[in-house]
């Protein structure tokens, strides 16, 4: 079955600097990808998705995300983060395929944004 | 609209209180679902529905009904629940079920006691 890992729980990382958020997903014939947001007592905004394609893939807020087939990784970035980008940081996958697809999450990674 | 409401925002309920939870959108979305999120864990799936029809039922305990009484409205009834079953709910909609975008309400922080 499809997965996604995220290896890194919490990352600590101060304002104005570069960031990656860490995401790896089980070999398939076909993968589609998400990050999405949370921010605190909210629901789920979507960042960004990779369905087909370019593999450098521009989401809102700045974010980008890059496909690596040979690396199965699909890890987000975003050169300079600001206090406002402190947040619960999901990866997903699309897992099965038709009437059975489904929306898949990894365990999240909380971006904390220090002054 | 672009959104997707869910009412309410929060709920108190007690172990033998009837309730419900509602989901709307009005986008024309014909899939919708319903996710658990416990704290700090992320978003598990329970239902599917896909033009109104149940679809995908991830083995949810029967104190658990979904109910899609038409194309824009989700509902989840709530019976004799216990206390481990206070989580945020999620509604999600999108296009159809073979469009990889889903659009997420802002939840009901649900509360039994």
């Known amino acids: 079955a499809q997965s996604v890992t995220q290896l890194d729980s919490q990352v600590p990382v101060f304002e104005e600097a570069p960031v990656e958020l860490r995401c790896n997903y089980s070999s398939s014939v076909s993968v589609y990808l998400f990050w999405y947001v949370q921010y605190p007592n909210q629901g789920l905004q979507l960042l960004l ?3 087909s394609g370019s593999t450098l893939v521009k989401g809102i807020n700045g974010f980008e995300a890059e496909f690596n087939k040979s690396q199965t990784s699909f890890h987000l970035r975003k050169p300079s983060v600001h206090i406002s980008d402190t947040a619960e940081y999901f990866c997903a996958v699309i897992a099965g395929g038709g009437a059975t697809n489904k929306l898949i999450f990894g365990t999240g990674t909380l971006l904390a944004v220090q002054p | 609209d672009t959104e997707v409401t869910q ?6 309920m007690g172990m033998t209180n009837k309730k419900s939870l509602k989901c709307e959108q009005h986008m024309g979305h014909r899939a919708m679902y319903w996710y658990k999120q416990k704290a700090k ?3 598990e799936l329970m239902f599917v529905y896909s033009y109104e029809k149940l679809s995908i039922n991830e083995s949810v305990p029967s104190r658990f009904s979904p109910e899609c009484p038409n ?3 989700l509902n989840l009834h709530l019976h004799a629940l216990q206390p481990e079953d206070s989580a945020l709910y999620l509604c999600a909609s999108s296009r159809d079920r073979d469009y990889y975008g889903y659009t997420f309400g802002s939840g009901t922080r649900l509360t039994v006691v």
């Open chain 1, 49 to 51: 998705k990779y369905l």
């Open chain 2, 7 to 12: 009412t309410p925002k929060h709920l108190v």
């Open chain 2, 41 to 43: 864990k992320p978003p």
């Open chain 2, 71 to 73: 194309s824009s409205l």
